[in-house]
Every structure is written in structure tokens, then in C-alpha cells.
């Protein structure tokens, strides 16, 4: 029931402040005493011939938030004692332990920096220390790999927010490719640039994998959307995966993919669609952290390529495989690595180190989520390993190795000496020897996954020669193929003969996996040089229901539509996957209506196409046209059109009959008015066309017809509640008086409905809270969203109004507090279960459906809900007092037109014309012209106040169909 997931970094999904943890056991929260360290492995239940050993614990380490192996063995651990307060105070400290004599203990124990406030992420190589540590991305400087910095930290990248201390810049990882990656969640946005750079310069973030170049110095944003993602690692072929928390909890990550977010919009407005999860499903709760594809080599063959990630609520290491689709991949469910009986174990990072064991950081503490403060313990924290009889502590120093040596390590069966050989050989630079040494085997060796290493090698080294990656590009290994593409077009500029290979692998190659890589690299070619590769892409009518490809195929075309709207055209009659064609069509109207001189050039030549297109694309065609005009009222008419108006009017396809008369409305046609006019008017008529007609008039602004709208709010049928909201475009006090005289024989639906049209303008709440008091509208219909929306027009008379017969919108922490222990004594569990649950349901879709779905039903302003909510004070929390953590993209926008309409809403999209919100009654997109004031509220979309005017029983009811983990 909140409006803003608040996920802990490592520790939440849902926000909940002030209650004692140990009355919450469905997080689980630990209701033990801790337990000592040893203890706490020996119970973990892993597979048979696995066990657990404690590496460090309290006191020699407290809170390590992120921890890394250098190429020595060495263990550097970063504590946090400040998290959850950022940036807290200058005493938190990176660890460095070893284990010198090779015995599997970390006998040795350094501290490398003390003095270091809130950080998050710890990555060593280059000579340094690389520390996340909002709002910088910090280098220390340790050329000689002593553990004692050589001088003083420097800001290498500032601009890192820490709105969500749980979201900020973590997970460091060096990719295959030489970069620096790393991950942000959604509700802390940054703006990234090296220190002194313009605000036009930096790189906006939030919900995203980032990377950033050690030796080209250059910051990108790799792929974006999800949460909070807290977990990335590679298989063995190069594809990239990341865990998140509440939505769907595992991605196939590919660059320059957008993926569903949980809140707001894509920096990019004309993203249109996105790339779902690969996730096989959901777990009982949405808290995650840490990642790792285990590569190892000393595990059984059965986990190598498992995916293993923490699962924060559950005390359990989770685990995953991957089966091909296409494209990309879906992952399975295996059972669970490791589960823990001690409920104060958090584990947040597995890695594999250079015996192929495990190493796993546990934040252990009595409680998961960073809101519950006042009783976290700061003064504790494990490292484990997870091992076999295969697993022998062995003493390395690949720092000390020849550079042949390095290179003869990208053959090892574990990934640890492969990663750190790779990472040493970059920053040594290339030489003929190494140089030869790895094209043999990228060239020679049977095996793709140690060609790939080479690859990568020679790739990061700058080696990585033209002739050389042609040969690559004609592999038989398609993870090579397609891992060349991407490495050449890393810089944008790749030579004409490998452009000429790019376009002929798009149009030829066999394997959907080139050409997703190919779909990723066109993203960074100029325009100019993309349109070949694009045509051969977008003719795959193989590829048009795969996971992927239609999606990172327009990503690739998005802007070069925009920019080349005729040569976009071109795409669009070539193409043979259906979503192209509504997206081409949208992208060519929207750029026509950015160009303020109303250029119509693209639009003409589309309207052309249309004439020789078959049936399905025209639908799908002006369907994109009508989404890009939406919130427009006219059009500028290109001389084409008339000619395909009357084209499409002839189409057997009635929706494309109708979609044409509509845009032909915005171009200004009087007959396209009078067809939807009397498809409006007509009782015969499908009602979904007459709803259709009902939104193009009301999108006019056509007082003329609110008449006819005002006949079909009055009466009985499948259009009434369209017929409703529709009337709250409209200023006429036949509105306020037919909606209320009507009250009383709506359905429930019809109602809420019935109601967001009466706050919709002063007047109309002026008559609102007469009916309220004379008793003609029920008090008990006044619901918290209904009072916040009075609330949002500032009048003092309808705040006094409110205070009398509501309540407080703001309470106090006292009343809060008073409120949560006067519901408890009448939700104990036994009147719960005596509830009734079919009730409760009805009082959810009264309350919380026109935010929250639950089961598939209800709306999405707020975070979808999964049931099983099987505690009270969890519940009362998050419901009581829902402004506790709110993200910005789940604060409500209170928006003024010029006409004295009152909209709120949360922001979904916006661009420099128009702003697009989902608000109670459905998603509007208003023009920004046409808006005279803007306010963004600093409470949640979610009132307080919600159960207020439930009476006691509702209440229990409602509580009940909460905790039911399916529909009734």
C-alpha cells in the first residue's frame, strides 16, 4: 500500500520506520540473540560436500558494505558505519587482510584509510584504490601495490546523488572489456561529469549500470532502467546479468538496452517500449544484493555458470541457471546454495577467489531495513567461504608474473586468475610477444570461451588490429563474431571495410546473438552510417517475437528517424517487424512537431507509405501517429494527407477507419468532426468507437459536445464512466449538479470516478463538500486520495472543512504513533482470521486499486503489491505513515491549466511540449502551454489518513485479503 517502494540497500523492499523489529516476522527480522560467528556458519545449509568457514568477523571488521581480492589474495574490505546516513561522519575504514603463509586464514590485517565517510563501492587496479563515495568517485593512489596510499584521494567523477543511501554508486566490477562498471538505483539521481564540468556535459543517472574507462577517462551510462540494482557479473561467453529488487528480480544486461522502471521515465522520451526480465518468476520477497556467475573451477561442473545472488529477506543465497532463447537467455530456478537459520545473517557480495572458493559478506544484523535505525547494530560483520575438499589456499602474486605468463592465465579453468591476468596485461600495455601470443589463441584455440579471453585482452590492451578482428568477425564461435562487433564499435569509428562486414553479418549471419550485438554497437555509429545496417537488421522476420532485437533495433534507429525522417521512411516500408512500424511512425510526427517551423516532410511521406501498406501496418502505423500527437489539439496538415485519408477510410479495418478520421480531426478535417461526432451520438454503434470519438472531442475541448457526454454520464451503460472523467475537461455547473443528483445509483467504480471529477475544478468541490454535508454524498466516501486533491488547491475554507470532518492530512509523530497502537488492539491475528476476505477485497478497490494492483487487478501509480502480507505492524507502518522514504517519482504533481482545471498525478514522461501523468482516473497528457502553475508535493501520492474513515470492521477485512498470498 505504499506509494514508493523503499528498498534497502541491503536491506528492504518496503519502508517501515519506528516499530520494534522483532514484531515484523515476515521481513524476516531475527527475533535470536546473535550469534557468534562460527556459529553462524556451521548451521548454514549448503550442498552435500560444501561447508562454510569464517574468514574475518567482529571486532577486526564491522560492516563491510563492499570488499574486493586484489591480484595478490589480498582481502580488501570497505566498512560502513555511517549507512544509512550520507555522508555521515569521517570514521569508516578500508581493511586490508592476508593471508601471507597460504593457510586459508587472514592472519594479517592493515588498515589502508581511515577517515572515510558514507561509501559503497571498492574496486583496486591501476595503480589505486577506486572508492564509490557519494557525491565522488574517488581514486587513492597506490603504484607499488604496498597497501599504503601514495597520497591523497582525487575526485575522479563528482555529481553522484544520495537522495536513497541504499541506491547510491556501488557493485564495482571490471567488465571483460576493460571498463569499469558499476550500478545506481532508481530513487538517487545524479548528474556525472569529471569535477568542474557544465551541467550540459554530465551524464544523468538513476536506476542504471554505468562504466567508466581507467585509461580513455570516459563515463557512460551502459544500459538503464529496473530499481535498485545491486548485483552484476559475466558468464563465460561475455553476457552480462544483474539482480534487482522489487520489480522482477533478474536481467539479461545489453548495452544501450531500457529496461521497465519502477518509477518516473527514461531520460529519453522516444523510448516507447521496454526490454522485460528474463526472471523465471518471483520468490516470497524483493530484497537483493550482490551477484556472481561462478567461473570458479574448483566447484562440481553442475555450478559452473550459475548465477548466485543474496537474497536479503530470506537469509538465503539464491540460485539460477540460463537456458538460451533467442537472442538472450531465461533464467531456471535451481535450489538454493546457501540458507541460513540465523535470521541476523544479511549477506550481501559472493565472489570467487583464487582457489575457486567462495567468499561471502554478511552484514549481520538484527534487522534488513535502514528506516528501522534505532535499532541496527553497527558493531559486527562477517566474511565467510564456502568450500570444498577442491578448494586448497594457495599464495598468489600475479603482479610478479611475466607478461607471457599473464597471458598463458587466460587459459585457466578459474575466472579469478583470467580476470586479474586480463587487468594486469592493460595496464602493462601491449608488445609483439603478447600481441602473438593472444592472437593465436583468439585465432587457433578450440575452445570460444578462451578465444573470447583473448579477445578481450587484445581489445582492452588497444591491440586489437583490423585484420585481425575481420578474421574474428568470421568465426564459427557466434560469441565471438558478435563480441568483435562490439569491441571494434566501442570508439565509433570503425573502418569502412568492418561497417561493410557489420551490415553484411546484420543481413546474413545466422545467430540472433551478432545481431543483438550488432543492434547495441549501431547505437554508437554515427547516423550517416547506420542506415545500411538498420535496413538488415529490421528485415529479419525471424527475429520479430524475440526477447530483444525489435526493441535494441529501434534504440539503434531512434534518433537517426528523427534525424533523417525520409530515410526513416524508407526503414519503415522495408522493415518486416510490426513494432518498427508504429515506433518509425511516432518518432517521424514527434520530431515534425519538435521543429517549431512545423516541418511536414517526413509526416508527408509517411502518409504516402500509408497508402501502399496492408492493413496491419496501417493500424499499427497511425496508432503510433496518434500516440505522438497525443495531448495536440491540431496538426499541420502535409499535402499528402487527404489523398491517404481517403485510403484509410476505405480499409476493412475499422480501427484504422477510426484512427484515421481522428487524425485527420487533428489536421483540421470538418468531415472527420462530423463522422465522430455521429459515431458519438450513435447507440448502435461498437462502444468502443463511440469511447474513442468521446476522447478525440474532449481532447479538443469541444464545448459544443459536452451535451451529448453529459446524456452518457446520465444514464446506465458501458460508456458512463468514460462519460464521467471525460467531463472533467469541461467548466458548466450542469457537471457538478447532474454528477451529484446521479451519486447514489453509480457503482462503486463509477463513483471514485464520479468523485476525481468533482475535485477537478473549485466549483465543483465547492458543490462536493455541500453534498457531503447535507448528507447527499456519504461522508464515508471521502477517501484519503479524494481529501489530498482538495487539499492540493490551497483554499483556506476547504482546509478548515477538511480538518473538521477528515482529520489532519499531517500528522504529527505522536499522533501517528497514537494511531498505530489504537488499530493494533483491534487487529490482533485472531480477529483477523475471523474477518471477512471477500469484503476486504472490496474495501481494497474502494481504497488502494486506483494506485495499487494486487493479484492483476487495480492501477499502477503506485508499486504493485504481492499479497502475504502476514504482519500487522509491517502493514500499519507503511499505510499510517507512507511519507517515511518517498522517492521523487512517487510525489504527487499538482498541475493548474489556464481554463481553472485542477490535474495531480504522478509524472510519467515529459518532454518540451507536453507532460504525461497517471492520476486517479487515468493517464493524461497535457500540453505544457496550456499549464499555469506546477507543484510538486513533498508527500507521497499515497495520503495518510487512508484508514481513517473505515470503520473497524473494513479495516480488519482489509487486512485479511492483504495476507493472502492469491486472488479469493
Known sequence: MKARASLALLLATLGFCEADPTRDPARPLATNEACAPKATASRMVVPDGFRAEVIASEPAIVQPIAYTLDDRGRLWVLENTNYPNCPGEAKDRILV???ADGDGSFEKRSVFLDKVTFSSGLAVGFGGVWLGSPPNLLFIPDKNGDAVPDGPARIVLDGWGAEDTHETLNNFTWGPDGWLYGTQGIFTNSRVGPPGAPDAERVPLNACVWRYHPVRKVFERWCEGVSNQWGLDWNDHG?????????????????GAHYPRQAGSHFDPHVYEDIQTIAWGRYEKAGYCGAMVYLGGAFPAEWRDNFLFNDVHMNRLRCETFTREGSGYRSVRKTDFLTSPDAWFRGLSPQYGPDGGVFLSDWYDKVPCHQQRAFTDRSNGRIYKIVNDQVKPRVVNLAGASNLDLVKMQLDPNDWHVRH????????GPSPETTAALEKILLGNPDDTRQLRALWVLHS????????AMLAMKSSSEFVRGWTVTCRAEHGNPSRAELELFAQLAKSDPSPSVRLRIASAAQKLPIGERWPILSALAAHDEDVSDHNLPLMNWYAAEDAVAEEPLRGVELFKSTRQPRLHEFIARRILAASLEDESGSTAGVGALSSALTEADSPTRARALRGLLAAAKGRTSLSEPDEWPAACEVLKADSNPDV???????????????ALDGIRATLTDPSA???????????LVARHDTAWLDPILDLASQPGPLRIDAIRSLAGFEDPRIRLGLIEAYPALSNEEKSAALVTLVARPANIEALIAAFDSKAIPLKDLTAPTARLIQGVHREDFDRWLARNFGSLHPSDAERRADIERYRKFLGTDSILSADVKNGRAVFQRTCSACHSMFGEGGHIGPELPGNFKDTDYLLQNIVDPNAIIGRDYQQTFITLKDGNLVAGVVTAEDDRTLTLRTLAAPMTVQKDLISKRELSPQSMMPVGLLGVLEEPEIRDLFLYLRQSKAP
Open 239 to 255: 553476457e552480462a546479468f544483474f539482480a534487482a529488487c522489487v520489480v522482477p528480480h533478474l536481467w539479461h544486461a545489453i548495452e
Open 97 to 99: 587482510l592476508e593471508d
Open 461 to 468: 590492451q588497444g591491440a586489437l588490429s583490423e585484420a585481425t
Open 421 to 428: 591476468a586480463r587487468r594486469l596485461l592493460q595496464e602493462r
Open 686 to 696: 461498437p462502444a468502443g468507437s463511440r469511447r474513442k470519438a468521446m476522447e478525440s
Open 657 to 671: 477507419r477510426e484512427s484515421a478520421r481522428t487524425l485527420a480531426l487533428l489536421f483540421g478535417s470538418k468531415s
